[in-house]
């Protein structure tokens, strides 16, 4: 094929008037060029697989017509049995259409297009005739609009006979119907607005519709505002027909480098009941919530994750389902500043238990760390010499300054026996800030518990690499010695009071609690082999690492320190007690023992090649590469340990702990726990000091028993006769698709928004997968027995390359009775996506059936779901 170019100047042709064609225009065709300069007609056509080319301007068809005094190009196509030949294609810019006839005007750089296609991201248009103009707005009439590849014949389309795209941002439209199949539907709109382009952008939410306690409502519709890079807001709100009503806010802000968070406001008011019923109740929730991350310079972070949130928002407002099942709320604030060495950091911390009311907050928590250094290490101690104990002493420093606030009201039944009925009113923001009301409703007259508390911890830790006798052995030595002292501002008196009750008096001043300990530990490595082949396996390496120990600390509790006072009780009896928190008892010179082994081995090599690999003719230094074959492979770990109190008086050895661990098959974990008790029990289950070592019995009495077996099998990629296929959209989504899918517009909208319906993951180029695991613990605390044997599984396997079903589940064998079992169903179409979920019983019990188009622009607007994804209904209203 002979390709015919020319290189066209417009003025150089155009005599007749003036041409604001500056640039030159480049025509190809293959088969020929036929112009016609002469009288009023200039023209030319190409024929044949022809192009043009003007700027940025590029158009092809099987027959051009250039229409030099009008500036214009006409292409169009061939028909044929099969099809077209030659279809007319004009791209400029991002912008690119085809279809059976086009007109372009070099001029004003405008098109026409007749049977025009196009596609923008992931949408499709089809159009009868499509004007574009040269700022990229596109007039459609008798336009579709779809996501499904297959334009002629779409699963789902959305069709009106006018049609208007603004910047490859937004198409506006006239009347908009839904059709299936080429089938028009009953939904009809009489406009509508589309996203083109799937990123942050202004625009509505879409509503969500359902029907619960309070009515039937429309929940979650409002505006997102995408304000500029840096900072989007979300508007949301809600109503139902029985006269609730709430209002959502959500402000994001970030900035890369800097800092990042977001604020959420919500408040609802909602009404149960008639007025006049018994049960009428209008009640007005409300919920506060800040995120905030900020690194100030290289050294310097500033956090804060704030939640003020009533009860009832949580238990009957809350579509989050963490926080229906919640139990408490937290909130802090930390600022950390870090220098070399040091780390300075200032916390305050909330925390308030729902059910009882009960509120914790640390106000603030100053906390100061030196890591370890060498005080008196010699600068100019000469390389090779050895160090002396002076420069291996290290030293290191903790200190701890807090402020506690505890808040734990007393019964409302208790108040109104007082005659307080105000003080059932008081909150714990209310008791933070006024004693007189702490006191009241808690009976406590200590509002605030000051503390600081100081640790340093001094160590010396040498080694050792031949002793006299043994030879050569490394031994590590680590002597330390560690001082606490912890500050106080008031103390603690006890006495017996006039009724014979025991009664507690708080005396103001500083008081300073100093405690002390010391320990002196030994560790060392060592090996051995055993000489066995067997099962295509040669020699079992053992690897020990022993570990001894002793430690050291006074009976603080006695008189000599001063920590504690007597009181006598009601028979005569004097009973010792610490004027502070924190006094350790009982005096300790303690032996601590482990002793941890690994044991290893690795396949013998094949009988033409040695370990090494030396017989390999390639075997060079610089091609050398590991030997699979050869590989240590770990057979299991089995560690013990215990320890021994000189000091005490009697049951001197604690319980002795036994570990393993191992892999079967390099597919079943292993895990075992064991407790033994070197002492017996009497006949009411105490500990008596007699052993329980025998021959039956070597490790003494076994206490507690935990195995826990786990596995995850799965088919390669592709096996059988299923074909590797992607994973379908939708069902394997990332961390931030997921936070993209919240809403048809304002993509990245926080995954606490959502209301979408979830779904279990499912990979279908993994035909089958199954992940159980097996627990089996018994305890043994005294003479009662508890025993406990859980089942967990889950799994999941492909019917078709386009069918999925995955289920968890789990059974409990002592108390006889299943797990939360979810069976998900879950089908891929081309354009569409379908999934069905049931919990068939117990608490949660419930069913969920989603069906949407896979778009992520349209996936809440063309979406059935049935129930609502509404948590209310699986766990009531309020509580």
């Not at 800040?290 to 949580?314: E, K």
């Not at 070399?340 to 059910?355: F, H, P």
């Not at 044997?789 to 799994?795: D, E, G, T």
Request: aromatic share 12%; proline share 5%.
């Amino acid at each position: 094929m002979v390709l015919l170019s020319l290189t066209i100047l417009f003025p150089a042709l155009i005599q007749a008037q003036e041409s604001g064609i500056s640039s030159p225009v480049t025509v190809i065709a293959s088969d020929s060029l036929v112009f016609h300069l002469g009288g009023d007609r200039r023209a030319g056509t190409l024929h044949g697989d022809a192009s043009v080319t003007f700027e940025d301007a590029f158009l092809s068809a099987w027959e051009i017509d250039l229409l030099l005094a009008d500036e214009e190009l006409h292409a169009r196509g061939l028909p044929s049995d099969t099809g077209w030949v030659g279809k007319p294609l004009i791209r400029q810019g991002e912008d690119e259409f085809t279809g059976s006839q086009l007109a372009f005007s070099l001029q004003t750089q405008r098109g026409r297009v007749v049977g025009a296609q196009t596609q923008y991201e992931e949408g499709f248009i089809a159009a009868d005739v499509v004007k574009a103009l040269e700022d990229s707005t596109l007039f459609i009439r008798n336009g579709v609009y779809t996501t499904c590849s297959c334009v002629t014949d779409p699963s789902y389309s959305l069709r009106s006979s006018r049609m208007k795209m603004v910047d490859r941002k937004w198409i506006y439209t006239g009347p908009i119907q839904l059709y299936l199949f080429n089938i028009p539907t009953p939904l009809w709109l009489p406009f509508g607005f589309l996203p083109a382009q799937d990123n942050r952008r202004s625009g509505p939410l879409p509503p969500t519709y359902g029907e619960d306690e309070f009515g039937f409502y429309l929940r979650d519709w409002g505006w997102y505002f995408a304000m500029n890079d840096y900072m989007d807001l979300q508007l949301q709100g809600g109503f139902w027909t029985r006269g609730s009503w709430e209002v959502q806010s959500l402000y994001r802000y970030r900035k890369q480098y800097a800092f990042d968070g977001q604020l959420r406001l919500d408040y609802g008011r909602f009404r149960n009941g008639e007025r006049g019923d018994p049960g009428f109740s209008i009640r007005r929730t409300s919920s506060v919530r800040w995120n905030h991350n900020q690194t100030i310079g290289q050294r310097t972070s500033f956090n804060a994750n704030v939640n003020l949130t009533s009860s009832s928002y949580l238990r009957a407002v809350s579509q989050n389902y963490d926080d229906r099942i919640r139990q408490d709320i937290q909130s802090s604030l930390k600022f950390t500043k870090r220098w070399s060495g040091q780390n300075l950091s200032i916390q305050a911390n909330q925390r308030q238990q729902l059910s009882t009311g009960q509120v914790s907050l640390t106000l603030p928590t100053l906390t100061f760390s030196q890591r370890s250094f060498k005080p008196f290490q010699r600068n100019n101690r000469l390389p090779g010499t050895r160090e002396s104990f002076r420069d291996k002493l290290q030293i290191s420093l903790s200190s701890q300054v807090s402020n506690r606030f505890n808040f734990l009201p007393l019964p409302d039944e208790e108040l109104l026996a007082r005659g307080d009925t105000l003080a059932t009113e008081i909150s714990w923001f209310d008791a933070a800030l006024s004693s007189s009301d702490y006191r009241r409703a808690t009976g406590n007259y200590v509002q605030y518990d000051f503390q600081a508390s100081h640790r340093v911890p001094i160590s010396a830790p040498f080694s050792v690499s031949r002793i006299p006798l043994l030879g050569n052995i490394n031994l590590n030595f680590n002597p330390s010695f560690t001082y606490s002292e912890n500050w106080y501002l008031r103390t603690e008196r006890r006495g017996l009071g006039e009724t014979g009750s025991v009664e507690s008096e708080q005396q103001p001043g500083f008081f300073a609690l100093r405690q002390f300990s010391s320990s002196f530990s030994a560790s060392t490595i060592f090996y051995g082999l055993f000489p066995v082949k067997a099962f295509g396996f040669q020699g079992i390496r053992h690897t020990v690492r022993p570990n001894v120990g002793f430690s050291f600390r006074p009976d603080f509790y006695g008189d000599r320190w001063g920590y504690t006072r007597e009181y006598t009780d009601g028979s005569g009896n004097d009973i010792q007690y610490p004027i502070v928190s924190g006094v350790n008892r009982g005096r300790q010179q303690a032996l601590n023992f482990s002793l941890n082994n690994t044991f290893e081995t690795k396949r013998a090599p094949q009988a033409n090649q040695s370990d090494s690999g030396a017989d390999s003719p390639n075997n060079t230094p610089s091609n050398r590469a590991p030997n699979a074959n050869t590989r240590a492979l770990k057979l299991f770990d089995l560690n013990v340990s215990s320890s021994y109190n000189f000091a005490a008086d009697s049951l001197k050895m604690s319980d002795i702990s036994l570990s393993a661990r191992t892999r079967v098959l390099g597919k079943v974990d292993v895990d075992l726990r064991s407790g033994f008790s070197p002492y017996q029990l009497s006949d009411t289950g105490i500990r008596v000091n007699e052993s329980a070592f025998s021959f039956t019995s070597p490790l003494g009495r076994k206490t507690s028993t935990n195995v826990t077996l786990r596995t995850s099998l799965r088919s390669r990629q592709g096996a059988g006769d299923r074909p590797v296929t992607t994973p379908r959209g939708g069902f394997v989504q990332s961390a931030g698709q997921l936070a993209n899918a919240g809403s048809v517009v304002g993509a990245g909208a926080s995954t606490f928004l959502q209301n979408n319906y979830a779904t279990a993951g499912a990979d279908f180029s993994i035909p089958w997968s199954l992940t159980m695991d097996f627990s089996y613990g018994v305890q043994k605390p005294g003479t009662a027995t508890i025993r406990r044997a859980i089942l967990n599984a889950s799994f999941d396997f492909s019917l078709t390359p386009n069918w999925k079903v995955a289920s968890r589940t789990g059974y409990d064998f002592e108390q006889k009775r299943m797990a939360t079992t979810n069976i998900s169903l879950a089908r891929d179409f081309d354009c569409w996506q379908m999934a069905f979920n049931w919990v068939p019983f117990g608490l949660y019990q419930s069913w969920g059936f989603d069906l949407h188009v896979k778009s992520g622009h349209l996936k809440d607007l063309l979406r059935i779901r049935q129930p609502k994804s509404d948590v209310r209904d699986r766990f009531g209203s309020f509580l």
